[in-house]
């Protein structure tokens, strides 16, 4: 089988995510800041330090914080006081020793049983008639919070060093290789950011993203899927090229590209408008072998029909994205 050839149409994406205990560490500040919003019938909250609003949604302590009447309220065994800092903002002020989201490191058996669920769903999969399965390892996921040095704080095999912290995708890979046949496409979803830190990074040179990616290429990957918040822009310093173009140039495997594709806003949570735009740069990528296949998201949320009337060029019937898009089916 050509692997640079693989269809996106014949390439069904699984995406894995198993919940397990965190690996954050102990938050050491007792004072938080949570921000919420209204959108649509629910108020979305997001929480964070005073310097940086960490966007994950719907992830608040249902210990510590409640919605009654649409007001936040907290549990006065936790928190002593919160004030109210603007319209979207409050000071927790949290009692001493309260600990905010205290995770316990997964144990030697918790990690295999992880690695075996993926080997197992993948296994699933190919019997059941599917091409291929895609691993999940962006944007805070369980493969990313061992990625990331700024969630990873083990000190076995699977934490410390660069390469420490890909040994966990990579044993997940070698399981789901040992299990499938060699026709079995299997692929791997990773980024730079998180959902809760925009400017986190794996690697900050291209030489340790060859660290990051590298031992689950090598454990059998046939693709890989960079996504980026903005495609178009540069990863690296002194280097005008994105994400995507350098896992190509590292890997030299099949690469997909990712990130606010067709829109002229970036991706900040689902919630956001976004107008539709040119695709010039990703054909320009794609035409100069940069890598090979571009994916489209929230654009083809909003218009079901958007390849058909990018290939056709009626650009002006484009449908802008917006947060009802998520209500619509089709």
């Not at 299997?186 to 986190?200: E, N, P």
Request: overall charge negative.
């Amino acid at each position: 089988m050509n692997k640079t050839a693989i269809s996106l149409l014949s390439l069904i994406s699984i995406f894995f995510s198993i919940i397990c205990s965190s690996l954050f560490a102990d938050k050491s500040d007792d004072t938080l800041v949570i921000a919420f919003k209204r959108e649509i019938t629910n108020l979305d909250y997001h929480y964070g330090t005073k310097t940086e609003y960490l966007i994950l949604a719907d992830m608040i302590d249902d210990s510590l914080f409640y919605v009654e009447n649409d007001n936040l309220s907290y549990v006065p065994s936790l928190a002593s006081d919160y004030k109210v800092v603007n319209d979207v903002t409050l000071d927790v002020n949290l009692k001493k020793g309260v600990k905010f989201h205290d995770g316990a490191e997964m144990t030697a058996d918790d990690v295999k049983e992880a690695i075996e669920a993926y080997a197992s769903d993948a296994e699933i999969c190919e019997n059941l008639g599917f091409d291929g399965v895609e691993i999940h390892g962006a944007h805070g996921y369980l493969i990313d919070n061992f990625f990331w040095e700024g969630t990873n704080i083990r000190e076995d095999i699977y934490g410390g060093s660069i390469e420490k912290r890909s040994n966990f995708v990579k044993e997940i890979v070698e399981a789901i290789r040992s299990r499938e046949t060699n026709n079995f496409i299997v692929g791997l979803r990773f980024s730079q950011w998180k959902q809760h830190d925009f400017d986190a990074k794996l690697a900050q040179t291209p030489d340790e993203l060859e660290k990051v990616i590298m031992p689950p290429v090598n454990a059998g990957l046939d693709y890989l899927h960079s996504s980026m918040r903005r495609f178009w822009e540069s990863e690296f310093p002194d280097s005008k090229e994105n994400l995507a173009y350098w896992t190509k140039k590292i890997s030299d495997i099949t690469t997909i590209g990712v990130g606010s594709v067709g829109l002229d806003s970036d991706f900040i949570d689902m919630m956001a408008p976004a107008n539709p735009t040119s695709i010039d740069k990703a054909i320009e990528d794609i035409s100069s072998n940069k890598y090979e296949l571009i994916a489209v998201g929230r654009a083809l949320i909003s218009d079901p029909n958007w390849v058909i009337k990018m290939k056709e060029g009626r650009f002006d019937e484009l449908i802008p994205y917006t947060k009802e898009s998520l209500l619509t089916l089709y």
